[in-house]
C-alpha cells in the first residue's frame, strides 16, 4: 500500500497530464462504461481520434446514456461510439460479446475496466461475487478477445494493448490461512467472507493472473520473428478516484466514505491514467502502472508461488466455463 507520503503526492500534489498519444484508426473496447473511470476513459479515447469505441456495458440503458453524453461533449459522429451489453457474471453475454467482437475488422486494445465492490455476499461462477467479477469474469472475457488482438497485430502490423484496471489496494489484502486446495471453493463458504478484505484480495489474484499471462504470452518483452507485433499486457492503480464503486454501503460506512472521498480524485483524472497505460509503450508489458510510472511489484506480488497457485486454479475454472477457451493461449496463423 502506498506510504502516507505517496498517498499525499498523488491525491494532492501530481499533475496528471491529458493522454496526448492517437487513437486514429483504432477500435476500443472499454468495459465498465457507463460510468466512472469507464465513461471518462471513452470521453479521451474518442477525443484521441478512435475509429470505434465499444462501450461493453450490463445496463444498455445507462449505457446509451453515456454515449449520448460523450457525443455531446467531444461532437463525434454517431458511428464512432457503440454500445454492447456485457455482463461479466454471465459466461453466455461474455460469449455472445466476444462473437461480435470476433466480426470486427480489428481490434486494438481492451480496457478491463468492469469490476464491484461488493458489500453482500453472494455466490457466482462458485466463489465470492466479488472474487467471481473482479477475477473469473475478467479473465473469462480477455482470454476469448487475446487471438483477436493476435490478429490485429498481424494484419495492421500493429500492437493491440490489453489492460487491466487494478488497485493499489492489493497490498493489503489478506492472505488467507488455511483455504484448503482451491481459494475460490473456500470463499463459496459465508463465513469466510469478508466486505472489507475481498476487494483487496481481489485486485491481488487479478495481479497475479496478469504477470502469469504476460509471462506466457510474451516471456521476453521484446518482439521477436515469429511475433513482430505481439500485445502488450498491462495493468494500473488509477489512484483513488470518486468512481461510485461500492455502492452497496450501509448508511455509516457511506458517511465514512464521503467524508474520505474529500482526498479522491475526480474519475476523468483516474481516465486519464487508465489511457496512458492503455497506450504505453512495450516496456510496460507485465508490469503495473501507479501515478503514470512503472512501479515495482510489492513483496505480495511477487510470491511466484502464489501467483502460480491462482494462475492454475484460475486456468482450471475458465476451462470449465468455456471449453477450449486455454488454447487461446498459443500463438496461431
Known amino acids: 500500500m502506498p506510504s502516507f507520503g505517496d498517498f499525499v503526492r498523488t491525491q494532492f500534489l501530481l499533475k496528471i497530464p491529458n493522454p496526448i498519444v492517437s487513437f486514429a484508426s483504432k477500435t476500443v473496447i472499454v468495459t465498465g462504461a457507463n460510468g466512472g473511470l469507464g465513461k471518462e476513459a471513452a470521453k479521451h479515447i474518442v477525443r484521441l481520434g478512435a475509429s470505434t469505441v465499444i462501450l461493453g456495458c450490463r445496463s444498455l440503458s445507462k449505457g446509451n446514456a453515456a454515449k449520448h453524453e460523450i457525443e455531446t461533449v467531444s461532437g463525434c459522429g454517431p458511428s464512432v461510439l457503440q454500445v454492447w451489453e456485457l455482463d461479466i457474471e454471465s459466461p453466455k453475454s461474455i460469449q455472445q460479446f466476444v462473437d461480435r467482437a470476433n466480426a470486427l475488422p480489428r481490434l486494438d486494445v481492451l480496457i478491463n475496466n468492469a469490476g464491484i465492490q461488493s458489500q453482500k455476499f453472494s455466490v457466482v461462477y462458485g466463489t465470492e461475487r466479488t472474487l467471481a467479477v473482479n477475477v473469473i469474469g475478467t479473465f ?38 488455511q483455504h484448503g486446495d482451491n481459494i475460490f471453493a473456500w470463499f463459496e463458504d459465508k463465513t469466510h467472507f469478508s466486505a472489507i478484505n475481498q476487494y483487496s484480495l481481489s485486485k491481488l489474484l487479478q495481479l497475479y493472473a496478469v504477470i502469469q499471462l504476460s509471462a506466457i504470452i510474451d516471456p521476453s518483452g521484446t518482439p521477436t520473428a515469429d511475433s513482430p507485433s505481439p500485445v502488450v499486457i498491462n495493468s494500473l492503480d488509477p489512484c483513488f478516484c470518486k ?61 511466484v508461488e502464489k501467483a502460480v497457485y491462482v494462475w492454475e486454479l484460475l486456468c482450471k475454472k475458465l476451462e470449465g466455463l468455456q471449453p477450449g477457451i486455454l488454447q487461446n493461449l498459443r500463438e496461431t496463423e
Open 140 to 177: 473469462l472475457l480477455a482470454l476469448q478477445l487475446l487471438p483477436k488482438l493476435r490478429e490485429t497485430a498481424r494484419n495492421y502490423r500493429t500492437t493491440p494493448h490489453m489492460t487491466f484496471v487494478g488497485s493499489a489496494m492489493y497490498d493489503v489484502a489478506k492472505w488467507p490461512d
Open 243 to 303: 468512481t461510485g464503486l461500492p455502492g452497496e454501503l450501509p448508511v455509516t460506512m457511506r458517511v465514512a466514505l464521503r467524508i474520505f472521498e474529500l482526498t479522491a480524485r475526480s474519475a476523468e483524472e483516474g481516465a486519464r491514467l487508465v489511457v496512458q497505460t492503455a497506450a504505453a509503450g512495450r516496456e510496460t508489458h507485465g508490469l503495473y502502472m501507479r501515478a503514470g510510472k512503472v512501479r515495482e511489484y510489492d513483496p505480495i506480488a511477487r510470491d
